[in-house]
């Protein structure tokens, strides 16, 4: 079973930036795929922001939701089996808990693992 810790969370003022990171074993094996989602009470999870392996690029391909483009940036640092989300001009609706999730198609660390999340509460 793959653990996958989130941290770096936290409360915030409007416009305030978080560095939030996601910590599991294995990473440079695995070469794992890197998945950010959030949710607010009632509300369906949401994609925020992932870097999938991809054949053609070196480092992955991002990908970011609409409303934080150019707000957030998505990174990991493999030696250090961590990946991070950068999160800059924090808004309101930014608010929920955030969710690291890991994935990989490699013998031995097949599937989805998901972290137990960490809040972000941006105020005003």
């Known amino acids: 079973q793959v653990q996958v810790v989130e941290s770096g969370g936290g409360s915030v003022q409007a416009g305030g930036s978080l560095t939030l990171s996601c910590t599991t074993s294995?990473?440079?094996?695995?070469?794992?795929?890197l998945h950010w989602y959030r949710q607010t009470p009632g509300k369906e999870r949401e994609f925020v922001s992932s870097?999938?392996?991809?054949?053609?690029?070196?480092?992955?391909?991002?990908n970011y939701a609409d409303s934080v483009k150019g707000r957030f940036t998505i990174s990991k640092d493999v030696p250090k089996n961590t990946g991070y989300l950068q999160m800059n001009n924090l808004k309101l609706e930014d608010t929920a808990m955030y969710y690291c999730?890991?994935?990989?198609?490699?013998?031995?660390?097949?599937?989805?693992?998901w972290g137990q999340g960490t809040q972000v509460t941006v105020s005003s």
């Open positions: 870097i999938t392996i991809d054949a053609t690029t070196v480092d992955g391909t991002r």
């Open positions: 294995r990473w440079p094996y695995c070469n794992y795929d």
């Open positions: 999730k890991v994935s990989s198609p490699r013998v031995g660390c097949i599937g989805d693992f």
